[in-house]
């Protein structure tokens, strides 16, 4: 038996998973579904992971539900991470997770999407707020999308052959430095409490810190209370208060409810007003509810 286990917000990984999954014939399993667990019993004899990566790493969820899981045999292990630029080095903090259990990651390949998040404009006057929501060219999203397809079968070939010792992270020299110097923990912690505007962060480590950068979100006139921010939202971190959404502080920053959000009508500080939103063209909002822990 084959498990894919995916998480996905604007639907990126879902694509490709749903994509792979045709191709090896496996099972999709959301992953948000089974976080109530203490623990989660895996006896697949080939087991995959499909996520984004966050912050050149894994998402906090990826996180939690790898040390939820016990191996109930041995099995061969891959992942497949979705991302607008690099891979970064999520590869490396997935296997040093599985290595605690005593599990050796087959295999890890990057898929480039489109880019769904915020990102600094070209400008360093008021630095901290110039960062907006990245949009796409349309034509770009296609090409990405159509290249993603190609890599998703060369992946599948992989997998059905069981290779073994690919693990594909970031090219550049920077990333896997300021690794080492463990800037990520104090400069970039910092640098992203500011972008979300939290003055007040609570003595985290960076991937648990972003939890509560949900602080930048709000709803602006256009909100009609419809709720599907909160019906979307893979880690019910949004609930509707007289029709309108309050985050919980607990956010993975996955940005579903902002890029779902039909009126168009969440914003993130000052980052996305009046800019076109993007999920997967391919993926329907059906599909990710069908996701959520919600469902």
């Not at 073994?164 to 400069?187: C, F, H, M, Q, V």
Request: aromatic share 10%; hydrophobic share 40%.
């Amino acid at each position: 038996m084959t498990t894919l286990y995916v998480f996905s917000g604007t639907g990126n990984s879902f694509a490709v998973a749903r994509d792979l999954a045709n191709r090896i014939d496996a099972r999709v399993v959301s992953i948000p579904t089974l976080m109530t667990r203490e623990e989660i019993s895996v006896d697949a004899d080939v087991l995959g992971f499909v996520f984004p990566v966050y912050h050149k790493s894994i998402p906090l969820i990826i996180k939690r539900f790898v040390e939820k899981i016990r191996f109930r045999r041995p099995a061969y292990v891959f992942a497949v991470y979705t991302c607008g630029d690099t891979p970064g080095l999520a590869v490396d903090h997935l296997r040093d997770l599985l290595r605690k259990q005593e599990v050796e990651l087959a295999a890890g390949y990057g898929v480039r999407l489109p880019y769904n998040y915020i990102s600094p404009t070209a400008t360093l006057r008021g630095f901290f707020r110039s960062f907006t929501l990245r949009q796409v060219p349309v034509e770009t999203q296609r090409a990405l999308i159509e290249a993603a397809e190609a890599k998703v079968a060369s992946i599948a070939a992989a997998v059905l052959a069981r290779e073994t010792g690919t693990y594909e992270r970031t090219s550049d020299i920077l990333t896997p430095l300021a690794e080492r110097l463990g800037l990520p923990e104090t400069l970039g912690k910092w640098a992203w409490m500011k972008i979300a505007g939290v003055d007040d962060p609570p003595n985290l480590p960076f991937i648990e810190i972003r939890q509560v950068m949900d602080r930048a979100f709000w709803a602006d006139e256009s909100c009609n209370g419809c709720g599907v921010c909160a019906q979307v939202c893979p880690v019910q971190n949004v609930e509707m208060n007289s029709d309108r959404p309050r985050w919980q502080g607990r956010c993975e920053q996955c940005f579903a409810c902002l890029q779902w959000c039909p009126q168009e009508a969440i914003q993130f500080r000052e980052a996305s007003a009046g800019r076109a939103r993007y999920h997967h063209p391919d993926v329907a909002l059906a599909d990710m509810l069908r996701l959520s822990p919600r469902s």
